[in-house]
Nanobody, 124 residues
Framework: QVQLAESGGGLVQAGGSLRLSCAVS????????MGWFRRAPGKEREFVAA????????YYADSVKGRFTISRDNTKDTVYLQMNSLEPEDTAVYYC?????????????????WGRGTQVTVSS
C-alpha cells in the first residue's frame, strides 16, 4: 500500500504563489509516475499536472500551463506543485496521485493511489 500526504495548501491573494508537496510512503516512489488533480466547489475533479518517474517529462492542463510547475525529488520521495500567478478560479482541493501507468494515462484519471487532498483558497 502506498500512502500519499499532501501539504502546503492555504489562503493566498490573487497573483500570489504556493508550493504544494506530496510525500510518498514507500521507497518504490521512483517506480511511480505522479500527478496532481483538483476539485473546485460544485465541480468534478480535474487533471492539473503529471510527471514521469524520472522527472524529465511533464504534462499540464491548459488552464495552468505557464503558471504551475510540477517537479519531483526521488531522493526525498516527494513530488511538488509550484503554483504562481494564482487566480480565484484555482480555488480547490488539490490531490496528489500515483500510478504505474504512463503520465498520459494519469491525465485520463487512471490512478493507483490518491492522497487526501489539501485546500487551496485564492482570494480576489
Amino acid at each position: 500500500q502506498v500512502q500519499l500526504a499532501e501539504s502546503g495548501g492555504g489562503l493566498v491573494q490573487a497573483g500570489g504563489s504556493l508550493r504544494l508537496s506530496c510525500a510518498v510512503s514507500r521507497r518504490t516512489f521512483k517506480r511511480y509516475n505522479m500527478g496532481w488533480f483538483r476539485r473546485a466547489p460544485g465541480k468534478e475533479r480535474e487533471f492539473v499536472a503529471a510527471i514521469n518517474w524520472s522527472g524529465n517529462s511533464t504534462y499540464y492542463a491548459d488552464s495552468v500551463k505557464g503558471r504551475f510547475t510540477i517537479s519531483r525529488d526521488n531522493t526525498k520521495d516527494t513530488v511538488y506543485l509550484q503554483m504562481n500567478s494564482l487566480e480565484p478560479e484555482d480555488t480547490a482541493v488539490y490531490y496528489c496521485a500515483a500510478s504505474q501507468r504512463t503520465p498520459r494515462t494519469i491525465m485520463a484519471g487512471s490512478i493507483d493511489y490518491w492522497g487526501r487532498g489539501t485546500q487551496v483558497t485564492v482570494s480576489s
